[in-house]
């Protein structure tokens, strides 16, 4: 978890050399986790946007009819 977080590029292909497929999973689902972490704390991990339906959407006039 240590080398997951702190690991250069360079430095994670000689540290992950030696690891067999499994090792290699969890080492890769840790720097995700640490990047999506990362873009959680400075607020980009999800923009907030309209739906589709909702920008589709056109407002109905107001029958004057009165």
């Known amino acids: ?23 290699k999973y969890l080492f890769e689902r840790g720097q ?4 999506d972490a990362t873009k959680w704390e400075i607020r980009d991990s999800e923009k907030i946007t309209a739906s589709r339906v909702v920008t ?4 109905r006039k107001r029958d004057t009819t009165d």
Do not use: P
């Not at 995700?32 to 990047?35: A, H």
């Not at 589709?56 to 407002?59: N, Q, T």
């Open 1 to 23: 978890m240590d080398a997951a977080q702190n690991a250069s590029y360079k430095e994670k292909i000689a540290c992950t050399s030696k690891f067999d497929n499994v090792e």
């Open 32 to 35: 995700v986790s640490l990047s």
């Open 56 to 59: 589709r959407h056109g407002k």
